[in-house]
């Protein structure tokens, strides 16, 4: 009866302290850093938070180091500079992954878009300017997937082709983040390379993650917000780098078909996958293609990936799946599979 | 143990009780999106400030159907075949409230928390 | 089971039945699933202490099913049978824990215990986490009328204590 007694008083005070104490005892690590040209955030929970984030954070500034189409000592600037080279994995591994997608997306993503962006002045250091058409003609000749070849580990490229895996580096980098975040025992965090948002796991209460998709109107707005967990969603948007000229917008994401700036009527895609990579290549991908395009695309791959469009009249659609995840003060239009 | 002991311990549950449904009364959002739901999944989703018509949902279930009213003043169960009619009974919602339940059919109608704030945000400019 | 307890299960289940069936037909007080008074409960109660547990639970699920089937109420039965295991085990459990004149303690205890399983199940079959509010009326109410049926089950049982005392 005594054991009895102790053990519904213990019940009880246990009870009243869950109910009236909402707080977690988990620790928070954030770290900000600069890496890839762009601010970098990864937020962990748990006490493993600090030394998993900084492991995350070292394996970012390699990959930058090993990708970066600017940076002299980078395998990317030696193979576009030498075309050919024997590349580390990470190299490799990546830009077979760039060919397959450029496969995939029937082209609509390409790596070899290097000497386009250049002429258009989308990298550090050059001037925007409106290429002449024969300029473009010309680059365009060396553009596309089939003027990679790959040989065991050494990549081998056309003379007048170059690489630039910007668009799926930050991808691959946030996949090999949370893969060592959760190797090291964090269950619990959210990344950030620049815009590219990666979960890990749910948060500390259990709770989907929520994601904010920027208004590519005002930055500083949301069209809606996404719940999700382990996954990442990337977003592209014409919005995102531009210049002005004559009263005309050129934005930095360009059609490999035309070599000009994609004008698909889309301002912005954002792609939910659980594949990082992938999920970066697809919202350039998919911007390019234009909405209709990317119906088709949809039903095709359904399972790889989902997403939400932002038209040039402001319309937002999503697919179908996310349905339950998104949530937004604007009405949307469903894409079913 | 005594009598006494349990009559304390009961009447304390009831009085903390009492006090958590009152403070879930006062925190329930003061949203105006409704979730109608149906076997957990979502039926429809309605911001009933952008209501511009008044309008009738039907659904059925295996115990027959039940007819949702729809204004942009509030939502209710207008009516049910099922055998008890409680969601009936429920009344109007108009924001916030517990939710309404037809158990029979498995429908709940429920207010969303609309003031969800981002953890993060993707496609900042970079 | 013998002869005598096993016709006076089949006596106590019907007038449980009786009971639930004249329960049902009352209009329900307020719109929220599950707060009522549980005559029913009385019987079973009644049978655990007089008769044993092989007995009570027969009282009990027989009237759960039957009930369900009386009343046309089908739907209800998932929800019952969710709330009626879990108070089931709960009293048998706990019953040596309480004396004669505390019957009806371990009447509130299960009735809470049958109101939380019946909200699981709703829970269960709706998906709708939101139903969670309900909980702290649904405590009340089960405390309320555990009460209440717990007493009344007492009151019988001291009433026929020799009977009772000597397994009838």
């Known amino acids: 009866m005594k054991f009895f007694q102790k053990c519904c008083i213990l019940f009880i005070a246990i009870a009243v302290l869950i109910c009236f104490t909402a707080c977690n005892f988990d620790s928070k690590y954030d770290s900000e850093f600069f890496s890839m040209d762009t601010i970098m955030t990864i937020t962990a929970y748990g006490s493993k938070g600090e030394n998993a984030v900084k492991a995350a954070e070292n394996e970012i500034n390699r990959i930058d180091a090993l990708l970066s189409v600017q940076n002299k000592n980078s395998e990317i600037y030696k193979l576009n500079r030498d075309k050919s080279i024997s ?51 010309n680059a365009l000749k060396f553009v596309g997937a089939e003027n990679i070849k790959i040989d065991k580990s050494n990549i081998i490229l056309n003379e007048e082709t170059s690489l630039d895996l910007g668009g799926i580096a930050k991808g691959y980098a946030s996949s090999i983040a949370a893969q060592i975040l959760k190797e090291r025992g964090v269950s619990s965090a959210i990344i950030s390379l620049g815009g590219n948002i990666r979960t890990v796991g749910t948060k500390p209460d259990g709770s989907k993650w929520n994601i904010g998709i920027t208004d590519p109107d005002d930055n500083t707005k949301e069209i809606g917000i996404l719940s999700v967990s382990d996954t990442a969603v990337v977003t592209s948007g014409g919005y995102q780098r531009y210049f002005e000229e004559n009263g005309q917008i050129y934005h930095h994401i360009i059609d490999t078909k035309t070599g000009y700036p994609a004008k698909s009527g889309l301002k912005s895609v954002t792609v939910v996958s659980k594949d990082d990579t992938l999920a970066d290549a697809l919202s350039t991908g998919l911007f390019v293609m234009g909405l209709e395009k990317s119906k088709e695309f949809y039903r095709k791959n359904s399972t790889l990936f989902e997403a939400v469009f932002v038209t040039d009249k402001n319309e937002v659609y999503i697919t179908e799946n996310l349905k339950n995840s998104f949530s937004s003060q604007q009405s949307f239009g469903v894409i079913e599979i | 143990m005594k009598t006494r002991t349990w009559i304390i311990i009961l009447s304390s549950v009831v009085i903390v009780c009492a006090i958590l449904w009152m403070s879930i009364l006062n925190s329930l959002s003061p949203s105006k999106i409704v979730g109608i739901y149906q076997d957990g999944n979502l039926v429809e989703k309605i911001d009933l400030n952008s209501v511009t018509y008044q309008r009738e949902i039907t659904l059925t279930g295996e115990f027959g159907k039940n007819t949702i009213y729809i204004s942009n003043e509030h939502i209710e169960m207008k009516s049910a075949e ?39 945000k993707t496609g900042a400019v970079r | ?75 209800s039965f998932i929800y019952s049978l969710a709330g009626g295991i879990l108070s089931f085990v709960l009293m048998v459990l706990l019953k040596k824990f309480f004396t004669l004149k505390q019957v009806w303690v371990l009447s509130v205890l299960s009735a809470v215990m049958h109101n939380i399983g019946q909200l699981l199940a709703a829970i269960f079959m709706t998906s709708s986490v939101q139903l969670v509010y309900y909980l702290p009326v649904l405590v009340i109410s089960g405390i309320i009328a555990g009460a209440f049926t717990g007493l009344c089950a007492q009151l019988v049982l001291l009433r026929l204590k020799k009977w009772s005392e000597n397994k009838l």
């Not at chain 1, 250049?118 to 024969?134: A, C, D, M, S, V």
């Not at chain 3, 009385?42 to 009386?70: C, H, Q």
Request: with cysteine; aromatic share 8%; proline share 5%.
């Open chain 1, 87 to 137: 590349a580390a994995s990470d190299t490799l591994a990546l830009v077979n992954r760039g060919i397959e997608i450029y496969t995939l997306t029937d082209g609509a993503f390409d790596i070899t878009i290097e000497p386009l962006s250049r002429l258009w002045g989308f990298y550090t250091g050059l001037e925007n300017r409106i290429p002449t058409q024969e300029e473009i003609d």
């Open chain 2, 82 to 120: 099922c055998p008890d009619k409680l969601c009936v009974k429920h009344g109007e919602l108009k924001s916030g409230g517990t939710p309404i339940v037809c158990l029979p059919n498995r429908i709940v109608i429920q207010f969303e928390d609309d003031s969800k704030e981002a953890d993060a």
């Open chain 3, 1 to 75: 089971m013998k002869t005598r307890n096993l016709i006076l299960t089949a006596i106590i289940t019907a007038l449980a039945l009786v009971a639930f069936t004249i329960e049902a037909a009352i209009p329900p007080l307020t719109p929220i699933y599950g707060i009522k008074l549980g005559i029913a409960n009385v019987f079973t109660l009644f049978t655990l202490y007089a008769l044993g547990i092989k007995e009570a639970a027969a009282v009990l699920f027989l009237r759960i099913l039957l009930g369900s089937i009386f009343t046309g109420q089908i739907v």
